[in-house]
């Protein structure tokens, strides 16, 4: 591992100040002179027909200024493409002759205030025919079962049975799997379902938009990523990209759900038909009826095993409930985990239900897939009379770049699992997760100013802390000093290509650009500093803001020296520009302990301690990864015990609001542990992996294993509420 200066050490968030100081701006936060307010009419029902809207008592209303349907779109359909889920669906921007899920938009409104918009909302007249829905996924593909989407056509099954309302299939094969169990001393086979869940992300879909007389278009949004917006905005209303601009502003969370297309469309095209700035604010109810939430689950697996404990095969069945458009079916793949598993096969289906459509979040599908891999395991050790870790380490595969067993030897080290005790009603629970980091298109540039002192342009949406990563990175190769280190973020009129921060993406392929800019800022810097100083580049030192010549520190000139000169130069200011497409990641694991103690007349279950490990390749700042460790497991613990999206059988919402859909607070964690691994990856900057994603994956199964050694039941079925938990232990002491 190299050694690095800057690179490596905990320093606080380049945009700490602003945030806690409440200087940061939020889209919610601008005012446009004369901006209008939009709103969004939603159908009641889940699954209906619509034989008739009337509009006219809400466009007679004063202080309205339009009233949008589909009619008079004129039918407009394009694409919209979710980024971080890798699919794209059908944008259509209303519901005309039939909705399938309850808030799916029927009309959007603009009026002078908030409050004329809502009123306005209530005063349109839609007739239905309601139709039965369908809200469970093994219940959506049997034949017979209502059609969500007229005309698609059924597929055939695992068994050859067709299926109804699935959008995509994705099959894969490895070995023969059925030789294998043939071989197996053991065959395990074990359903579990996971519902969905909301990212919760604190600051609602928001977005502004401004048209001008020319047709060219401003949105501030609320986003992940300002480039995904604009290619949005281009493909759902024909607009050529040039003559789009997205200002990213200040984002509250996101976690997958934002990369565009949720509420900055419509205000686009409410600013087109009124002339006006439109704003766009969800409330918290319309996030859980029309956000982007996971997809739930659910999902059959099959595992064989020698007596020794070595796994010789699996096989998945996977149905994934994405709503009425989304994704899962890709990461029925998580199945396999970091283990050596010569024959596997496995079968995801996206089954289309009455719900709102899916998008990511945080490892988008990798948590479900990973829990009923994870929870099978841990229940084939202890049938086998194995130690869970052991038995983990036993089976991992090894790889390039990654050093799996390491990861998880660490975490059991730091727990004390070795010597691990526990007293009534209490138990320990270990699972893993892994995440290969995605690569993207990234570009960045380098300014040395004229006071020495270093900026870089970037169009990068910084949620975690990325923004400081780039700049120790870029402080790192140039020798300027990280506090003289700013980072200036453009629109996409005025910034080169950048990803959305995402996928785990970012510090890789950003990380890799900003260092590429940094290091020809560093050449440059050498060569003018070279003709000063008439010495050899080679024979400079750069470090803490100036250029020494290399055993006679006297001979030397600050970088305020050295920019000045280069303004003088032919080769003039200094400036650096770096690109990156895509290149190989290494994979990363993530690895879990937690403690509980379960009272078995409520059910409750307490987190008396969690501890985490994470090969993150090379931390470029130990803080902001212990960040991203210690959310994860947040998020994860809270979906293992808490987070579900309900619904009745007729498809309407049961929780939609943070009163009924409890996610974790301070109160229901404990402190979270967290040791970092490093292991290097060649194409990583100074060997960096990414971060965001695996932490969240192995939460959901820990809790479970360690309510089975506390209480030993074996749930199958997420959240771990009291009612289950109950549930389970009744009817083990009931033999049942």
């Known amino acids: 591992m190299v050694d690095t200066v800057v690179v490596g050490q905990r320093v606080p968030r380049v945009d700490a100040l602003d945030k806690v100081t ?45 009233v949008l349907t589909q009619a008079k779109l004129a039918g407009r359909v394009a694409k919209i493409v979710d980024e971080a889920h890798g699919t794209s669906m059908d944008f259509k921007a209303f519901a005309d002759t039939k909705v399938t899920y309850q808030g799916e938009k029927i009309a959007a409104v603009a009026a002078v205030s908030r409050e004329i918009a809502e009123e306005a909302v209530r005063l349109i007249e839609v007739e239905y025919e309601l139709l039965p829905a369908v809200v469970d996924p093994r219940e959506a593909v049997r034949p017979g079962a209502p059609i969500i989407h007229e005309g698609l056509k059924p597929c055939p099954g695992p068994d050859g049975t067709p299926l109804v309302n699935v959008l995509r299939v994705v099959d894969r094969v490895e070995g023969d799997v059925e030789d294998a169990f043939a071989r197996s001393d053991y065959i395990f086979e074990d359903t579990y379902v996971i519902p969905r869940a909301h990212q919760s992300y604190i600051e609602p879909q928001v977005a502004i938009a401004e048209v001008d007389p020319a047709g060219r278009v401003t949105c501030w949004t609320s986003t992940q990523g300002i480039f995904s917006v604009r290619n949005n905005l281009a493909r759902t209303l024909d607009i050529p990209p040039h003559k789009i601009n997205v200002i990213g502003m200040t984002i509250g969370g996101g976690f997958g759900a934002k990369f565009g297309g949720v509420v900055d469309t419509y ?66 793949q998580r199945v396999r985990g970091v283990y050596d598993i010569p024959n596997i096969e496995f079968h995801g289906y996206d089954v289309a239900t009455n719900k709102p459509p899916t998008g990511a979040y945080r490892a988008p599908g990798g948590p479900q897939a990973t829990f009923a891999s994870e929870a099978q395991l841990n229940k084939i050790a202890h ?53 290969t980091n995605g690569s993207a298109a990234s570009s960045a540039v380098c300014s040395l100013q004229e006071d020495g002192s270093l900026k870089i ?78 010495a050899r580049p080679e024979d400079l030192d750069l470090r803490d803001n100036r250029v020494a010549v290399r055993g006679a520190p006297d001979r030397a000139v600050t970088l305020a020296e050295v ?29 879990q302990i937690v403690k509980v103690e379960v009272e078995p007349d409520s059910g409750k279950v307490w987190v008396r301690r969690v501890v985490g490990s994470l090969d993150c390749g090379r931390a470029i700042n130990p803080m902001a990864v212990e960040g991203q460790m210690e959310g994860g497991a947040a998020q994860g613990i809270g979906w293992g015990l808490w987070e579900q999206m309900v619904y009745a059988p007729d498809g309407r919402i049961l929780n939609p609001g943070f009163l009924d859909y409890h996610i974790p607070t301070a109160l229901d964690l404990p402190d979270i542990e967290s040791v970092l691994v490093e292991v290097p990856t060649v ?6 992996k990414g971060v965001g994603e695996p932490p969240i994956t192995p939460g959901i199964a820990a809790v479970q294993n360690a309510i089975f050694d506390a209480v030993g039941v074996d749930l199958h079925e997420v959240p771990f509420t009291p009612e289950r938990v109950r549930a389970a232990i009744r009817a083990r002491q009931e033999g049942r």
């Open 22 to 66: 409440g200087r940061a701006k939020y889209t919610a936060d601008l005012k446009l002179p004369g901006m209008l307010y939009g709103a969004f009419l939603r159908s009641p029902h889940a699954h209906a027909r619509i034989k008739r809207i009337d509009t006219s008592k809400a466009e007679a209303l004063p202080g309205v200024k339009a």
């Open 267 to 332: 205000a686009v095209m409410l600013a087109q038909v009124t002339g006006r700035p439109v704003k766009i604010v969800y409330t918290r109810e319309e996030e859980f009826l029309d956000g982007r939430p996971a997809p739930g689950l659910v999902i059959t697996i099959k595992t064989g095993v020698r007596k020794d404990g070595k796994i010789l095969a699996r096989k998945a069945i996977a149905f994934w409930d994405v709503g009425v458009q989304g994704g899962g079916a890709g990461a029925t």
């Open 383 to 435: 049938t086998l009379g194995l130690d869970p870790v052991e038995f983990r380490l036993m089976n991992m595969r090894e790889g390039p770049e990654v050093d799996f067993k390491k990861t998880l030897r660490a975490v059991a080290d730091a727990a004390g699992w070795w010597s691990r005790t526990k007293g009534p009603n209490e138990g320990w629970g270990v699972a893993i997760g892994e995440w």
């Open 457 to 534: 342009f970037s169009g990068l949406m910084d949620i975690t802390g990325t923004d400081t990563a780039m700049a120790q990175i870029a402080a790192e190769v140039t020798g300027v000093s990280y506090d003289r280190v700013s980072v200036v973020r453009g629109d996409t009129n005025s910034v080169p290509m950048a990803p959305g921060s995402g996928g785990s993406m970012i510090t890789f392929s950003m990380g890799n650009a900003v260092k590429r800019a940094a290091e020809e800022v560093r050449q440059r810097i050498l060569e003018v500093a070279s003709d000063m100083l008439e």
């Open 563 to 591: 920019a000045q000169q280069a303004a003088k130069t032919t080769g003039g200011p200094i400036a650096g520009k770096g690109s990156f497409a895509r290149e190989p990641s290494a994979t990363t694991i993530a690895a």
């Open 683 to 688: 194409n990583g900057p100074f060997g960096a």
